[in-house]
């Protein structure tokens, strides 16, 4: 069985590599990960007894997988595509919090004019809560997740034009 630390430094190594596609296998345990335009994590361990395979189950996000035993699936739904359009995504997995507090405004909303500096949200990972930063400059045209909503590193947070 995988660590999750050990899952997040090989989605890190994939995602910074020139690579596509990545498969490995320990102890009876496989992980699959694909670099499409939308991501798809694939991960299963080996069944303990025999288990009759489920047909091929297509998506129109992702390219078809195959499914032989329960697994947690991860995906990003698809979302607004336009060239002008810049994602501020997620740097760690994490709760997404839009404001510092419960009772305070939310740090941006659609709209707003943003700058590299602007602080968007914060991220909450093991007690800590950490301030996202743009990175980009322009205006705020949609929020993609929820406030409380658990994210994923890279997951697209904002779009920016």
């Avoid at 490995?24 to 990960?33: L, Q, S």
């Avoid at 390219?63 to 060239?83: C, G, N």
């Avoid at 510092?100 to 949200?121: K, Q, W």
């Amino acid at each position: 069985m995988f660590k999750i630390q050990e899952v997040r430094e090989l989605i890190k190594l994939i995602d910074g590599s020139n690579i596509d596609e990545f498969e490995y296998e320990n102890d009876g345990a496989t992980i699959r990960m694909k670099k499409q335009a939308n991501t798809v994590v694939t991960y299963q361990e080996a069944p303990k007894q025999a288990v009759a395979v489920a047909p091929v189950v297509e998506e129109k996000v992702a390219a078809p997988v195959a499914v032989s035993a329960p697994q947690p699936q991860v995906e990003e739904a698809p979302k607004k595509e336009d060239a002008n359009l810049q994602k501020i995504t997620s740097p760690m997995v994490g709760t997404f919090y839009a404001s510092p507090s419960p009772d305070a405004a939310s740090y941006v909303n659609v709209g707003d004019r943003i700058n590299a500096e602007t602080v968007v949200c914060i991220v909450e990972a093991m007690k800590l809560f950490n301030e996202i930063e743009a990175e980009v400059t322009g205006e705020i045209v949609e929020v993609l997740v929820k406030n409380g909503q658990l994210v994923e590193y890279g997951q697209p947070l904002f779009l920016v034009k």
